[in-house]
């Protein structure tokens, strides 16, 4: 089994032309609906009493939310704009309710999970986490600036406890004061993770660990509506397609960057985690292979 722990969250989303209002987000919500495709997936969260029914009910049908709490107060809420280039989110607003009084509790299901994604929310959540887990296979975390901020150190012990650091460019370049994505995985290996992905939007990923470098474009979308969650269900193709194939290989780690493109493509081409209702699995290995063949060279 996954088990996530991320935020659970009411987005509101303003592109150049369209504004949408309070939708389902939150770093967990994207991550457990794409990783779900590949593998079962429990999420570690919190929401509030406000938390909108038709979306515990979309949840409910396709991930295990037995490690999801009810606190009296509103749910965690976050509000951004993106500009005519798409790909540059500026946050209005990032409201915690909840949150602020959050302690996550991995429920005896949850404890011998063999995968363990760490998704953005408060480090001391993903370290609480941690202190828990039993014997975890794979720990991947990720966080956002908001966080960096926040609690720098923090997030450097989540690093420290784990595998795969998943991150995007600004994140690690905020994290690590250099600029360079090359040298930012170097940095990022000497911290002592295996393996690292920067995510770099439309740009694409760059995976290294200390015995491989694999760079890759992103998908091409022509029509990208809300790119909001793309990292976490890259995260959820990434973590799923791993859990899946039960290997962590140089091969598998390649292959999971793709399917963590292939993800991240789907979930722009419509406001908050709607394209992924009508996702299905022969989609997704139809946009797999189509990958495979536009970015080869001998076609
Ligand atoms: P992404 O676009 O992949 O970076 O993920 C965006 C999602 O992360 C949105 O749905 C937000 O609700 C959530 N999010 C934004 N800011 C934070 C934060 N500071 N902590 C946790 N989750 C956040």
């Known amino acids: 089994m996954i088990v996530a722990i991320g935020t659970i969250g009411l987005d509101t989303t303003y592109t150049p032309t369209t504004k949408v209002t309070e939708v389902l987000g939150g770093s967990a919500a994207y991550f457990s609906l794409a990783s779900s495709f590949f593998h079962p997936t429990g999420i570690v969260g919190v929401i509030g009493t406000d938390f909108p029914e038709k979306y515990w009910k979309l949840l409910d049908s396709k991930v295990d939310l037995r490690g999801v709490q009810v606190y009296n107060g509103k749910s965690f809420r976050y ?166 194939t039960q290997a962590v290989t140089e091969q598998t780690l390649k292959e999971a960057v793709v399917y963590g493109h292939v993800m991240g493509s789907f979930i722009v081409e419509d406001f908050s985690v709607n394209r992924l209702l009508s996702l299905s699995n022969a989609e997704i290995e139809e946009r797999f292979q189509e990958y495979l063949a536009i970015t080869s060279l001998t076609g």
């Open 79 to 244: 509000v951004s704009r993106f500009g005519f280039d798409i790909n540059t989110r500026t946050t209005i607003k990032t409201e915690l309710n909840v949150l602020e009084r959050f302690q996550p509790i991995l429920t005896d299901e949850y404890l011998s999970a063999e995968y363990l994604y760490l998704g953005n929310i408060d480090p001391d959540h993903q370290l609480m986490v941690l202190e828990q887990a039993v014997n975890p296979k794979l720990i991947v975390s990720d966080t956002i600036n908001f966080w960096i901020d926040a609690k720098r150190e923090q997030f450097m012990n989540v690093i420290a406890k784990s595998h795969v650091l998943l991150i995007n460019n600004e994140e690690m370049r905020l994290l690590s004061g250099v600029n360079n994505l090359v040298k930012c995985s170097q940095i990022a290996l000497d911290w002592g993770v295996n393996c690292i992905v920067i995510k770099k939007g439309e740009h694409g990923a760059l995976l290294s660990s200390n015995t491989c470098m694999f760079p890759s474009p992103a998908y091409p979308v022509a029509e990208v509506v809300d790119p909001t969650g793309a990292g976490d269900a890259f995260a959820g193709g990434f973590l799923g397609h791993i859990a899946r």
